[in-house]
């Protein structure tokens, strides 16, 4: 199965900064099939961005998505209060579908 | 927007079956999607458990296959999960997705149901 690497483990920004967070696999990721999931404490994992780029209904543009193969980025332009929180990835195209081990996001 | 809400027990002994549903309210369990099971543990992370489509057809993870079973009640738009032979190593909090169209993503969560297994 494809392992997926996220890092930084942590980033610690201030509201208004630039995050740059990595996810990389182990082998090519089938189409750009990889997914990005905000979760808070308490809560569900929510969709952000599936097919490496395409954002999901009603997420703000300051969310974006690339990459390739082996190699994904989500950024989130410019933090704002409510987007402090874990990040996960997930590939989906080669089965099982797995997910990176997460990325937390706090205020500095 | 479609919700889901898993429901079941939230102790399992050691060597027991968990039994787990997730009722879809706000649409159809017959509509062009697959539903799944998904769990996170500190130690594992999130891991994929299995999925179905609405007429039985299944997929499971590789090392949870022979332990799991998921199946689909249309009468009561519901889909549920079972895993025998329950470990420690099984407690997680145990969440229920769609994935839209079969594309391979989760678009819709419930809240998720934590189970522990313990005498």
């Known amino acids: 199965e494809i392992v997926l690497t996220q890092s930084p483990g942590t980033l610690s920004l201030s509201p208004g900064e630039r995050a740059t967070l990595s996810c990389r696999a182990s082998?090519?990721?089938?189409?750009?099939?990889l997914a990005w999931y905000q979760q808070k404490p308490g809560q569900a994992p929510r969709l952000l961005i599936y097919?490496?780029?395409s954002r999901a209904t009603g997420i703000p543009d300051r969310f974006s998505g690339s990459g390739s193969g082996t190699d994904f980025t989500l950024t989130i332009s410019r933090l704002e209060p409510e987007d402090f929180a874990v990040y996960f990835c997930?590939?989906?195209?080669?089965?099982?579908?797995?997910f990176g081990q997460g990325t937390k996001v706090e205020i500095k | 927007q479609v919700q889901l809400q898993e429901s079941g027990p939230g102790l399992v002994k050691p060597s027991g079956t968990l039994s787990l549903t997730c009722a879809v309210s706000d649409g159809s369990i017959t509509s062009d999607n697959w539903w799944s099971w998904v769990r996170q543990s500190p130690g594992k992370g999130l891991e994929w458990i299995g999925e179905?489509?609405?007429?039985?057809?299944?997929n499971y993870h590789p090392s949870l296959k022979s332990r799991v079973t998921i199946s689909v009640d249309k009468s009561k738009n519901q889909f549920s999960l079972k895993l025998n032979s329950m470990t420690a190593a099984d407690t997680a909090v145990y969440y229920c997705g769609r994935v839209p169209g079969g594309k391979g993503y989760f678009d819709f969560w419930g809240q998720g149901t934590l189970v522990t297994v313990s005498s």
């Open positions: 082998q090519s990721v089938s189409r750009s099939q």
């Open positions: 097919g490496a780029s």
């Open positions: 997930h590939q989906y195209g080669s089965s099982p579908g797995t």
């Open positions: 179905i489509y609405h007429r039985g057809n299944t």
